[in-house]
């Protein structure tokens, strides 16, 4: 809890450094258990059987202690065969991945979770494998990767580095960064000692898997810097050996008895637990979003996002700029732009959690927002400028097109026309309740010219940055949602908004582009679209037909119009 707390304060602050442990448990072989294998193949090839000892072997029969250079010259004679000859230790088999060994383990992906979220910026590993980048690369980080000293010359500032994993005993795929021996763990390369000395002085340490008895050189690094700006922690199941209790004293580290496994896991819930309490949604958009997407994978608490949804929801039904007016101004196109400002930049989170959801959730959870729109379209109760107003139910809006997009883009065409039908909304001058996704287009509640242009810029980085479609998949998805929208408010006689969908053809001939694309699914489906089978105008397809006509005429109207100013 004490971990939690102060890297929740202190934001790349703290460095992890994880030893054999870590990736033993992974089922990973240790750098001693591969060197002892090849030796025992060197033997092999030597006709040499029962050699007992095969680093005393190998020293007596070549006067000379085991190196990966030397052993792996022995074996294999091009590089290309070396690094193969090495993957066979490192990289899972199907029979590895079957029985789930060479996986990144828990205490992985949990040191993932914290350097996603900001946490944590630096981790050293003295493991030649890479179950670390592969646990970063899981959640969409791609870190800087230290294996070789030449690697830490000209690096650049630590804490402009997003994520760094520092190899300090090198890497596997750079066999001659290898080191192993009791010689080659002596000492480092200047380089590296440079590097291990700034981020010893620098930041808090979190050491697990490590029992700093066969590493003198990275023994020496840490006694060197025995700074306190950071309490340091130092997490083994077993007692620490000779060699560890001395350095937990040097830099009065605390000592936690536990797993790597446990240890991180209940760390990073801890944190996102505190963040919980703390404030009302995470500082970054991207981790809101990355959290949501492991809920509804099945790896998180769903609960958190359900909470996360309903309160994000209450918190923007509740803003002044929706209930405390004043709703009438001295300069009405000021305020407006003030507040749709206001709006926009209140709305992000709930836009990406609920476009996220969309995509990736289900029926249950879409219920943790559908009838939420009902709730962000409630008329206000007062008398006032018309443009006022009606930005007041702008919310409304854009949670329909954030997620009716995501549902069309993720082809879940029961949620789409849910989105397009079930909420409804009162048309202040009639009294009529009528579809939201009808009587609320972005005209009627952004109330500009442009609304509907604007709210395809606010949308875009919800789709381009957060669910990863391309700009030309995320205006194909909103155009044909835009154009199934249209039609349902033609359907329900409101007319025709301006729309922010390209136009094909030419003069008195003009077609919205998503046209052609539902007159394809409708050819290839007739009646058995998905569309027309989850309900959509009834599941009739004459009156789907009828309103998709009368669109394209009145599209065809405004746009000649258009053309001639």
Not at 89 to 100: A, I, L, M, N, S
Not at 302 to 308: G, P, Q, R, V
Not at 459 to 465: A, H, I
């Amino acid at each position: 809890m004490n971990l939690a707390f102060a890297v929740r304060a202190t934001p790349g602050g703290y460095a992890v450094l994880l030893g054999a442990g870590a990736s033993i448990a992974a089922g990973m072989p240790s750098a001693w258990d591969v060197q002892q294998d090849l030796i025992r193949k060197v033997a092999a090839t030597e006709g040499a059987t029962g050699i007992g000892d095969p680093h005393a072997w190998y020293q007596q029969r070549f006067d000379r202690m085991a190196t990966y250079d030397d052993l792996l010259a022995r074996l294999a004679g091009t590089p290309i065969e070396r690094q193969a000859l090495l993957h066979a230790y490192f990289e899972p088999t199907q029979e590895d991945r079957e029985e789930g060994r060479k996986r990144s383990t828990a205490a992985h992906q949990a040191i993932a979770r914290l350097v996603a979220a900001g946490h944590v910026r630096i981790v050293l590993t003295t493991n030649f494998d890479r179950l670390m980048e592969t646990a970063l690369r899981e959640v969409g980080i791609e870190p800087t990767v230290v294996a070789d000293p030449a690697d830490a010359v000209g690096l650049a500032p630590l804490h402009a580095i997003k994520c760094l994993v520092v190899h300090v005993h090198g890497d596997y795929l750079n066999p001659t960064s290898m080191l192993n021996t009791p010689e080659e763990l002596k000492e480092y390369a200047p380089a590296v000692d440079k590097l291990l000395d700034q981020i010893f002085a620098d930041y808090g340490l979190v050491i697990s898997g490590w029992s700093a008895t066969w590493d003198p050189a990275l023994r020496n690094a840490l006694s060197r810097c025995p700074a306190r700006i950071f309490t340091s922690y130092w997490i083994d199941p077993r007692e620490p050996s000779e060699h560890a209790r001395d350095l937990i004293t040097r830099r009065s580290a605390a000592y936690v008895q536990a797993d790597a496994d446990t240890f991180f896991g209940r760390v990073a819930d801890a944190v996102d637990a505190i963040a919980a309490t703390n404030r009302q949604h995470p500082a970054s958009v991207a981790i809101a979003v990355a959290t949501a997407k492991r809920a509804l994978a099945g790896t998180g608490q769903a609960i958190a996002l359900h909470d996360t949804l309903r309160r994000e929801v209450s918190r923007m039904a509740a803003l002044p700029v929706r209930t405390a007016g004043p709703w009438h101004v001295a300069d009405t196109q000021a305020e407006h732009g003030r507040r749709l400002g206001v709006l926009e930049a209140e709305a992000e989170l709930l836009l990406n959690l609920v476009a996220t959801t969309a995509y990736w959730g289900n029926n249950e959870t879409d219920r943790w927002w559908m009838r939420e729109i009902e709730q962000l379209g409630s008329p206000v109760s007062a008398g006032g400028d018309s443009a006022l107003l009606g930005l007041a139910r702008a919310p409304a809006t854009m949670v329909i097109y954030s997620a009716g997009i995501a549902a069309l883009a993720a082809e879940r065409w029961d949620t789409l026309v849910r989105v397009l039908s079930e909420p409804q909304a009162q048309n202040v001058y009639s009294g009529k309740v009528l579809a939201a996704a009808a009587l609320l287009g972005p005209q009627q509640t952004i109330g500009l010219g442009t609304a509907s242009e604007r709210l395809h810029g606010q949308l875009r980085p919800v789709f381009t940055e957060h669910l990863v479609l391309s700009d030309s998949a995320y205006i194909d998805a909103w155009e044909r949602f835009e154009f199934l929208r249209l039609i349902v408010q033609q359907d329900a006689g409101l007319g025709l908004d301006w729309p922010y969908i390209r136009k094909t053809g030419f003069l008195n001939e003009y077609r919205p582009a998503p046209a052609g694309w539902l007159k394809k699914e409708l050819d290839q489906h007739g009646d058995l679209h998905p569309l027309l089978q989850n309900g959509f105008l009834a599941g009739n397809p004459r009156r789907f037909l009828a309103a998709k006509e009368a669109t394209e005429v009145e599209y065809n109207r405004l746009a000649t119009q258009m053309r001639w100013g």
